[in-house]
């Protein structure tokens, strides 16, 4: 294992930290933010952009089911997903949040905390996951890989390709526990070093690349070269 890489993931922000959202402590609140930020990085889109989409929709305090609701489609969703950037899909994604907004509202009381204590195993977590629109298996582990280490059912593998960027860095996963903090810190570590590397003749082509941007914050969140 390489054990400074590793350490260095070890540091990282989760994604929802760097969002300013606090999984843990943060109850229901935090947690449709977090679901409705899931619901833009899953997108094919880049991840600068949903990250503006995101503090688009801070600004203007469409943070609830019951908020995003309340405006509606024509009125604010889809103008903000445009002053995000969201321009190519703001009409689907737009759709999606307020059909998912509904969904949760009707069913869970719009409650994500009821949806988890309501599951019976991480199967059925993941598939009344993707029982809202458009919310694919992407988007699911976006979702709940922060959650590993505070909801007892959440508990999905890594992504594929977290895993072969992970095995070509030398750093095993499979010596650390995956509901633990530290697992999730060292995943979104090796998310954000696999989307934030400079692309094009700057783009890392060694382990001591990747390690060099570790370095300069990139695994952290700190940085965006």
């Known amino acids: 294992m ?3 890489l590793t350490r260095l993931l070890a540091k990282s922000r989760l994604y929802s930290e760097e969002l300013g ?27 600068p952009l949903a990250l503006r989409t995101y503090h688009a929709f801070v600004r203007h305090g469409l943070v609830s089911p019951e908020a995003l609701l ?20 703001d009409e689907s994604k737009s759709r999606q949040l307020l ?9 869970y009381q719009g409650s ?21 629109y458009r919310v694919g298996p992407v988007t699911t ?23 072969r960027l992970a095995d070509a860095l ?4 499979s010596h650390i526990p995956r509901k633990s903090l530290r697992f999730a810190r060292i995943e979104a570590g090796l998310v954000r070093l696999q989307i934030r590397h400079p692309k094009g003749k700057g783009s890392p082509r060694s382990a001591e690349d990747y390690l060099r941007l570790a370095k ?5 969140g700190d940085a965006h070269p």
């Open 170 to 173: 030398s750093v095993d996963l």
């Open 70 to 89: 309340a405006v509606g489609w024509d009125y604010r969703v889809k103008p903000v997903m445009r002053e995000g950037g969201y321009v190519r899909y």
């Open 216 to 220: 300069e914050g990139v695994a952290r």
């Open 141 to 163: 582990n976006i979702f709940l890989r922060e959650l590993r280490p505070f909801w007892k059912w959440a508990d999905p593998p890594p992504l594929p390709r977290v895993v």
């Open 2 to 4: 390489d054990a400074e």
């Open 21 to 47: 959202i606090d999984l843990e402590e943060g109850g229901d609140p935090a947690l449709f933010r977090w679901f409705l930020a899931s619901q833009l990085f899953g997108a094919r889109i880049s991840e």
């Open 99 to 107: 059909r998912n907004s509904e969904t949760l509202i009707d069913r």
């Open 112 to 132: 994500l905390q009821r949806l988890h204590d309501e599951s019976s195993s991480t199967e059925d977590l993941e598939s009344r996951l993707r029982a809202f």
